[in-house]
Every structure is written in structure tokens, then in C-alpha cells.
């Protein structure tokens, strides 16, 4: 008469364990959380000067009239070539490894976001100038629902997408800590230079200023990405 054992491995409970931590190991491989970061935040600081160089601004003793031109000729290609960068890396670091990618989601949203920019920009542009919705300013909920479908709120709403695809909850703690800085503090701070700020000689002048107090944002939200790229950059380096 024979004994036949069982092996550790034939329990379904340590099976059914085992694909759950394979299933995470290929979903940490498949991350390339810090290749998108970095990307968008390289084409956050490129704005700044398209932003600066063609706004158009007049201003007199009545106020300001501005038109920030820049981000209508920069974001909507500059949207659409770095989606598809970090769908390129996704597919070639998945094929490296032998995995499948699941890019293709968030490079639809990119892409869409950039046609949703476009033409919410062109729609305002065309109409707000002669049929103000607002005497004395805008309400503070008009300036964060601008900021979000602007490029730097429309990226945060990819990352979301971006977060759930990975199943990265530290991304989506990123994201929503970013969202909250892009929609809720940097709004009432742009525009406005403090009255002691000390500016250099060459920007000196109200339109230089000005300028200035719409660059600040922007800068700060490079740079927050970028800190997040090489943040989460360094943390796949010690999971490796």
C-alpha cells in the first residue's frame, strides 16, 4: 500500500496566493509611473516661455485685458506627443519583459484631454471677451472649473486614469494632492504679485509682472511633477 503526500503547493489557499502576488509583481513591472511624470513635467516648464512670449497683453489705467495665446499654439500637439512618448515607453518596457501593456487607455484619455482644452479654449476665446459672464470678476468656483480644464487640471484628471489602470494607490494619492494644489491653491495666487515682491530690473514694468504672476503656477506645477517622478523613479529603484 502507498502514501501519497500533498505538497504546500497543490493547497488552492497558497495557490490562489501565489497568483494574487505574481499578479501584483507583473502590475509593479508593467509601472512606468515616473517616465510620465517626468514627460509632462518637461512639457510643463517648455510652456512657460510660449506662454510668456505670446500672451497678449494691454493694459492701461482702467486694468489689464489679457490673452494667453501661448498655450493655445504649445499644449494641444505638446499634450498629444508626450501621451504618446509614455505610451511608446509603456509598450517597449511591456514587450522588454514579455508582458502586455495597458497604456492604451490612458493615451486615449491624453489625447482627448487635448481635444477637450482645444476647443473649450477656442470656444471661450471667441466668446467671453465681448459677453463677460461676470461683473467685478469672477467667482472663485468659475476660476477652479477654468483651471481644470485647463492643461495642468486636464493632467491630473489623466493621472487618475493613469492610477487606476496601475492600481497605484501612492499615484493616486499624488494626483489627488496634486489636483487639490492645481485647483484649489495656485488659483488664488495667479494674477497677483505680492506689493513688496522684489522683482529684478528686467521685469520690471506691469506687463513684465503680470507675466510673471501667470508663470509662477505653472513653474510650481512643474516642478511638483517632476518631484514626483524622481520620487517615484527612486522607489522602483529600491523594489528593484
Known amino acids: 500500500m ?3 503526500s500533498i505538497s504546500t503547493g497543490d493547497d488552492p489557499h497558497r495557490l490562489l496566493a501565489d497568483v494574487r502576488d505574481l499578479a501584483g509583481r507583473v502590475r509593479r513591472d508593467q509601472r512606468l509611473t515616473w517616465v510620465a ?36 499654439y504649445y499644449w494641444p500637439p505638446a499634450l498629444l506627443l508626450a501621451y504618446g512618448a509614455i505610451a511608446v515607453s509603456y509598450v517597449r518596457a511591456a514587450r522588454e519583459r ?19 482644452f482645444t476647443a473649450a479654449y477656442t470656444a ?25 480644464i485647463a492643461p495642468w487640471g486636464l493632467i491630473g484628471l489623466a493621472l ?5 489602470l496601475e492600481r497605484n494607490v501612492a499615484l493616486l494619492l499624488f494626483t489627488v494632492g496634486y489636483l ?13 504679485i505680492p506689493p513688496d515682491w522684489a522683482t529684478p530690473s528686467f521685469l ?11 508663470a509662477l503656477p505653472q513653474l510650481v506645477t512643474g516642478i511638483v511633477l517632476l518631484a514626483g517622478g524622481i520620487g517615484f523613479a527612486k522607489a522602483r529603484r529600491r523594489q528593484q
Open 37 to 72: 511624470l517626468l514627460v509632462l513635467a518637461a512639457v510643463t516648464f517648455v510652456a512657460i516661455p510660449f506662454d510668456w512670449l505670446f500672451m497678449k497683453l494691454d493694459c492701461d489705467d482702467s486694468g489689464c485685458v489679457f490673452a494667453r495665446r501661448g498655450m493655445l
Open 124 to 148: 471661450a476665446a471667441a466668446y467671453f471677451p465681448s459677453n463677460p459672464p461676470f461683473e467685478g470678476g469672477p467667482p472663485f468656483w468659475w476660476i477652479v472649473l477654468d483651471r481644470l
Open 180 to 192: 487639490v494644489l492645481v485647483l484649489l491653491v495656485l488659483p488664488t495666487t495667479e494674477g497677483m
Open 204 to 214: 520690471s514694468g506691469t506687463n513684465a509682472q503680470i507675466r510673471m504672476s501667470m
Open 160 to 164: 487618475l486614469v493613469l492610477a487606476a
Open 98 to 116: 514579455g508582458l502586455g501593456a495597458r497604456v492604451l487607455p490612458y493615451a486615449i484619455t491624453g489625447a482627448v484631454t487635448a481635444v477637450v
Open 2 to 4: 502507498t502514501t501519497n
